[in-house]
């Protein structure tokens, strides 16, 4: 009989022995099952997660010679998945949808239309169910990485379009913008987003949320790029229309962002002051005017005694998620009772959206009906309205502030204007502050496309200059490609500290510094890594560095005088202990480390 035999024989009886038989038996399947999830996200997080399946079509035979230039020739471009290819089956974000969907017979009108012009279109990319939803979190195919802020989700729906374009991965992307799906997560991710007029672009071969609102736009982090995007969907005229340009900011709107936008309020006026064809800027009161000019709208107030003048827009988000809900019921409602008992297999804000009942539909659609009439009145042929894109910085990844009613309901004020208006609109990425991507959206009346993206890509270098020399007046960091790979390799250098990984982690934050060495965080991080690494006088000098930039830097106090303690100089990391608590009369390892030198000193 073997050992092991013998052992269990003897022990039969004993239910101890058997509880750490289980308990050894667990531990087997956990680390079996981690290992197993570690392998599918390192296999899911290729590319940044943004691709629900890769593949490649090339664009259609170059023209002779003699001919003009295909206008996109050699650039790459990727479509969400809610685009009909040929041969593929259009997933829609559900894995239920795509088993019960036999592959498309013809390619989207879109998807053609690019092929040629010249573009290759590399795969499909992950979009959030059934294109509902703003977060960019999709329960069956993950949540794609946000290439600028890895900590934070990359915006919805069309998520995995934004985060190929942010990635580099594409030249451009198309996608969906119901309200607010391409300009939420071009603003997330710190790329350009365009929303067309509504009805401007073909939805022939794209699969439908609400045919009222559903528009197609298109991602790229160059200007001109996304202009000859444009100039190829929307079958424009390489002719430039000369006319005067009337910059109108919605002050009001400013005020209700939560992100320091005010203040780039001023590096536009100041980019326009000296360019032709502009004239003075304008300021008005956004929500008055759509109150005084929308009367349908009253009809659907909550209440008669509004508490603040921008309800006017939570009411005007509400027609817009109406709408919405009314559409995609009568779309799909069919095919999600065909379900039966795997409801499950579909989100809970479908089944409640299919199971609502929409009242007074008439009335929904006048209000979209008076709401292009009374921009076509605000900005005629000229006007260009500036609005912060969103009310609040990117949501932390696994926070239940997604979810949040507030989040929501700023969010949609801000992006119901466009959609309910029809209007066009484009994000436009201005940089960085406080760690978030800032962006601002230039908004002209239905039909003037052209309009709009001729105004960007003549502003647009003048406005980054301004930006750039305009700091001490606008506390926005540079904007250039610096900045952005910098950010990404301290993000890189957090997720090697967070796995023990010292020296993987300086390397990182080192990199990082070379690109911006004016960055408190960069200096006070490597600080952090030099001290794991006991590299003492290292991690001192780090966080002198990050006190001349920043004198109220509590974590470089702490950090330099555990450094100083290691090295023996117990008075001066005394100093640096009482200095935090002089900031932080609270910090409970500042006034533990004090107590502590307080003693060796005595």
């Known amino acids: 009989m073997s050992q092991s ?49 890769r593949f490649e079509i090339l664009p259609f035979p170059q023209l002779p010679p003699s001919a003009a230039k295909q206008s996109l020739s050699a650039l ?27 592959a498309a017979e013809k390619t989207a009108l879109v998807v053609t239309a690019l092929l040629k012009s010249g573009a290759t279109c590399v795969g499909k990319t992950v979009v959030d169910e059934f294109s509902f939803g703003i977060s960019g979190e ?48 071009a603003a997330f991710c710190g790329i350009f987003g365009f929303r067309p007029s509504h009805g401007a672009v073909s939805t022939i071969g794209v699969l439908p949320n609400a045919q009222s609102l559903d528009t197609i736009g298109w991602f790229a982090c160059d200007p001109s790029i996304l202009h000859r995007v444009g100039h190829v969907l929307l079958k424009l005229s390489s002719v430039e229309t000369k006319r005067s340009r009337r910059i109108i900011f919605a002050d009001d709107l400013f005020q209700l962002s939560t992100i320091p ?6 590096v536009i006026g100041k980019a326009i002051e000296n360019m032709s064809g502009y004239q003075d800027p304008k300021h008005l009161n956004l929500c008055q005017y759509i109150d005084s000019k929308v009367p349908s709208l009253r009809l659907h107030e909550q209440s008669t005694h509004r508490q603040n003048e921008t309800s006017i827009l939570k009411t005007l988000s509400s027609v817009m998620l109406s709408l919405q809900g ?33 009242d007074n539909i008439k009335a929904l659609y006048k209000v979209r009906t008076e709401m292009r009439g009374a921009f076509q009145s605000l900005l005629k042929d000229d006007g260009i309205l500036v609005i912060p894109t969103v009310a609040d910085g990117q949501l932390k990844l696994n926070t239940t502030k997604g979810f949040s009613s507030e989040f929501h309901d700023r969010t949609f004020a801000l992006s119901s204007i466009a959609s309910v208006s029809g209007c066009c609109q484009v994000t436009i990425p201005l940089g960085y502050h406080d760690g978030g991507c800032v962006s601002v959206s230039f908004i002209s009346f239905h039909g003037a496309d052209k309009f709009l993206l001729d105004a960007v890509l003549d502003i647009y270098s003048t406005l980054r200059e301004q930006v750039s020399v305009g700091s001490d007046l606008v506390s926005l960091p540079d904007i250039g490609p610096n900045m952005e790979t910098s950010e990404l390799l301290k993000e890189k250098g957090n997720a090697a500290f967070k796995e023990r990984q010292w020296s993987k982690a300086l390397s990182y934050y080192t990199e990082a510094i070379k690109l911006n060495g004016t960055n408190t965080t960069y200096y006070c991080n490597r600080a952090a890594a030099h001290l794991k690494l006991g ?20 974590k470089a106090y702490l950090r330099r005088g555990a450094a100083r303690e290691s090295l023996l100089c117990y008075e001066e990391a005394l100093e640096d202990f009482k200095h935090a608590l002089v900031l932080e009369p609270q910090n409970r390892d500042a006034s533990l480390a004090e107590k502590r030198l307080r003693k060796l000193m005595s």
């Not at 003897?10 to 087997?28: D, M």
């Not at 969400?80 to 019960?100: H, L, R």
């Not at 002198?544 to 920043?550: E, F, H, M, R, T």
């Open 5 to 53: 035999l013998k052992l269990i024989k003897e022990h039969a009886s004993n239910p101890k022995f058997w509880l750490v038989i289980g308990v050894g038996v667990a531990g087997i399947v956990v680390l079996v099952e981690t290992r197993r999830r570690t392998r599918r996200n390192k296999t899911h997080k290729q590319d940044f997660g943004a691709f629900v399946e």
């Open 535 to 554: 590299c003492f006088q290292h991690a001192a000098e780090d966080c002198s560095k990050a006190i001349l930039l920043d004198k109220k830097n509590v």
């Open 76 to 102: 790459t471009f990727a479509i969400n998945e809610t685009f009909d290819v040929k041969d593929y089956v259009t997933g829609f974000g559900n894995p239920a949808w795509k088993s019960t969907h036999k």
């Open 261 to 266: 936008t005010q203040r780039t309020i001023h």
């Open 138 to 185: 999709n329960k069956y195919y993950g949540t794609p990485t946000n290439p600028r802020m890895p900590s934070c989700t990359p915006g919805g729906s069309s998520c995995g379009s934004a985060v190929a374009v942010a990635a580099g991965l594409v030249d451009f992307a198309v996608g969906t913008d119901t309200i607010g799906c391409v300009r939420i997560p």
């Open 326 to 358: 009314y559409e995609f019921k009568t779309n799909y409602e069919e095919w999600v009772k065909s379900l039966k008992f795997k409801l499950g297999r579909v989100s809970d804000h479908v089944i409640a959206t299919i199971s609502t009942v929409y």
